[in-house]
C-alpha cells in the first residue's frame, strides 16, 4: 500500500515538473517565469524525492532521497527570492500587465514595464 502511495506522489511531482516547465515558456517575464521553476522544483522535485523515499523505505537511498528533498524545499525559495530581488535592483522591468510592485514603491522608482504610446 505505502509502495502505491510513493508511485502517486511521483507521478503528481513529474505533473508539477512538466507543468512548471510550460509556465517557463508560456509567462511574460522573469519573474513569472522564476516563480513557475520555483514552485515547480519545490514542489515537483521534493515529491519525487518523498515518493522514493516511500518506496525505498529507510535505506541508503531514501534517506538520501529525503536529505536532497529537505535541502531543496529550504533553499529553493530562498534562491529564487535573492534572484528576483537583484534583478529588480539591476533594473529588469516587470511585464505590463504586473499589478503590485511594492519593491518600486519602497525605492520609488517605476518598475513596471510600460507601453510607449500610453
Not at 520555483?38 to 515529491?47: M, N, P, R, S, Y
Not at 531514501?62 to 529537505?70: D, N, P, Q, R, S
Not at 535573492?82 to 522591468?93: C, D, E, H, M, Q
Request: contains cysteine; hydrophobic residues 50%; charged residues 20%.
Amino acid at each position: 500500500m505505502i509502495e502505491t502511495i510513493g508511485w502517486i506522489i511521483i507521478v503528481i511531482g513529474v505533473l508539477f515538473d512538466l507543468l512548471g516547465s510550460l509556465g517557463l515558456v508560456r509567462f511574460p517575464d522573469l519573474y513569472n517565469r522564476m516563480q513557475a521553476a520555483t514552485k515547480c522544483v519545490t514542489l515537483g522535485t521534493c515529491g519525487i524525492m518523498v515518493g522514493i523515499f516511500l518506496i525505498t523505505g529507510f535505506s541508503s537511498m531514501g534517506i538520501k532521497a529525503l536529505i536532497c528533498a529537505l535541502f531543496i524545499l529550504f533553499t529553493m525559495p530562498v534562491a529564487a527570492h535573492a534572484l528576483s530581488r537583484s534583478s529588480l535592483i539591476f533594473g529588469v522591468k516587470m511585464w505590463k500587465g504586473t499589478v503590485i510592485d511594492k519593491l518600486g514603491e519602497d525605492k520609488g522608482r517605476e518598475q513596471i514595464e510600460r507601453d510607449e504610446k500610453a
